[in-house]
């Protein structure tokens, strides 16, 4: 099956997919270097910072300084032992698959870490339109082209199940990588698949909900409180009702409702609030039953005060509606927080806050952990370890920190990064975001899991626009979904993922108190 991703970040062009911006070493191009050749890693991890790394226009409009946005205590770069890297594997060559869109700037971003280890990283650049079934190829052959790739969490299944991933447990103790400083829900959903661990979390996302405030303050009469002013989502209803006449051009609620993946994760945000789960402990779909039904209720109310055209709505159109103030309030990723600080990306900065989700009446507050991206090392791959502490160095935490802070969509997945004061001065929903991931929910990345989000979403597109009753989409979604999971050997016999491996991870707010 043709499986097609448009990249949030491709659309920004103000980042790089392996971080690093405006370094003084970008492009050049280095030969693989014997020990003896390499810098003092002191003086190359010294560059790796805030001046170095950060936009200067972001800088000078937040007063940004030297002071790190990460713990350099624990961010990896700073405490693996380069010398012992240098002594076991310089010289000697990583192959990297990455989006032909990302290309140079990945480029760009690896020289520091050659610099630091020694090895050369040769980039494999496939077309980003069809990353998916160019990797699946070379994977079947058995000799792919690349040690090392990065790619959409929900297609980790397909590609850790048939063994086309390498294991990283023992790589990861080795050189002590900082796991349990990665939120639950990351290190679990984009770092393992059936208890063993097989990526680095990447691109770590989560949904959340955004109000314009200047609109919103008018109809509630007072200043925005991020967890009581919008309590649930029959408030959140009302309040959009209420926006979609604030102003002319300006409509209530953005939503994503494309046919596809996109509609499916709009759903999923809201049903999970209900308690919606996608399957019980046989791998049944269960997200046909009431909670899954309350859910959608909720969007298609929402619906109703929904910008013109949400039902051809991917992150691109959303993104622009509501950077554009074209929405009052919105359903989107953290990044939608991020971008709208930006002057250069935005018309609306300093007139929006991001809030705590929305809760539903015998629900929970589960946060959704949306999308997102890991890293991960090839099984045929010739220098596995070589690989394993390239993508160590990419996802490292000051690296990740400083993606956010130039708003270029890679968020990062570090606790000590979101909770970091200096951090959350440029990312305003950081503060939100730190807190709500511990309670966040997550669909496990199962062999098919991406195909049946799409199924879903083309079902749920179709009760968007009214072709089906809301119940009837959801059965469709949910025979669909049982064929697939069926076609991947879910149903008689031993099942290629173990129910108990994953359920720690599909929502870890499990039996905690409310944050407030």
Not at 365 to 370: D, E, H, K, L, R
Not at 388 to 399: D, E, G, N
Not at 457 to 485: P, S, T
Request: proline share 6%; glycine share 10%; charged share 20%.
């Amino acid at each position: 099956m043709q499986q097609t991703l448009i990249s949030r970040r491709s659309l920004l062009k103000t980042g790089a997919a392996a971080g690093a911006m405006g370094m003084s070493l970008g492009g050049v191009a280095l030969p693989a270097f014997a020990q003896s050749d390499l810098p003092d890693p002191a003086k190359v991890l010294a560059d790796i910072s805030v001046p170095k790394y950060v936009r200067a226009d972001y800088r000078e409009l937040y007063k940004m300084g030297d002071a790190p946005l990460w713990d350099p205590a624990i961010d990896w770069i700073r405490t693996v032992d380069w010398e012992a890297v240098r002594k076991e594997l310089a010289g000697t060559t990583v192959r990297f698959a990455i989006g032909a869109a990302d290309q140079e700037s990945a480029a760009e971003g690896l020289v520091p870490f050659e610099l630091l280890s020694g090895i050369k990283v040769e980039l494999v650049p496939i077309p980003d339109d069809s990353f998916y079934d160019k990797a699946l190829a070379e994977f079947i052959s058995g000799n792919a082209s690349f040690d090392a790739l990065q790619f959409f969490s929900p297609w980790l299944g397909d590609f850790a199940a048939p063994g086309f991933l390498a294991p990283l447990q023992e790589y990861a103790d080795k050189w002590k990588l900082p796991l349990d400083d990665f939120y639950d829900t990351y290190r679990l959903n984009y770092g393992y698949f059936n208890g063993e661990m097989y990526g680095i979390p990447f691109d770590c996302d989560v949904q959340m909900v955004h109000l314009r405030k200047g609109y919103v303050e008018k109809v509630l009469g007072g200043p925005i409180d991020t967890w009581n002013s919008v309590p649930t989502y029959d408030e959140l209803i009302r309040l959009s009702g209420e926006l979609n006449k604030v102003e002319p051009g300006v409509s209530g609620v953005g939503l994503l409702g494309a046919r596809g993946f996109w509609s499916t994760y709009t759903w999923e945000h809201v049903a999970a609030q209900a308690g919606m789960m996608l399957f019980d402990e046989n791998w049944e779909p269960v997200f046909n039953g009431d909670a899954g039904q309350k859910g959608l209720e909720v969007i298609l109310e929402l619906s109703k005060n929904a910008i013109e055209g949400f039902a051809a709505a991917g992150w691109g159109e959303n993104r622009a509606a509501w950077l554009g103030g074209q929405v009052a309030t919105n359903i989107s990723w953290q990044d939608s927080g991020t971008q709208a600080m930006r002057p250069d990306q935005s018309q609306i900065v300093g007139d929006f806050v991001t809030i705590y989700e929305p809760r539903i009446a015998g629900g929970r507050f589960a946060p959704p952990n949306i999308a997102g991206s890991t890293s991960c090392v090839a099984a045929s791959s010739q220098n596995p370890e070589g690989a394993f502490l390239m993508l160590a160095f990419l996802t490292t935490s000051s690296i990740m920190a400083m993606n956010e802070a130039n708003a270029n969509g890679v968020a990062p997945g570090y606790r000590s990064v979101l909770t970091n004061p200096d951090l959350q001065k440029v990312s305003q929903p950081a503060e939100v975001w730190s807190k709500s991931l511990d309670y966040a929910w997550c669909a496990p990345r199962l062999p098919g899991m991406f195909e049946m989000e799409q199924a879903i979403g083309n079902e749920l597109n179709r009760a968007f626009v009214g072709q089906v009753a809301g119940k009837e989409a959801l059965d469709n979604a949910a025979a669909a979904v049982r064929k697939i999971m069926d076609r991947n050997g879910f149903y008689g016999g031993r099942p290629p993922v173990d129910y108990a491996a994953v359920a720690p991870g599909l929502y870890v707010g499990e039996g905690k108190a409310l944050p407030f």
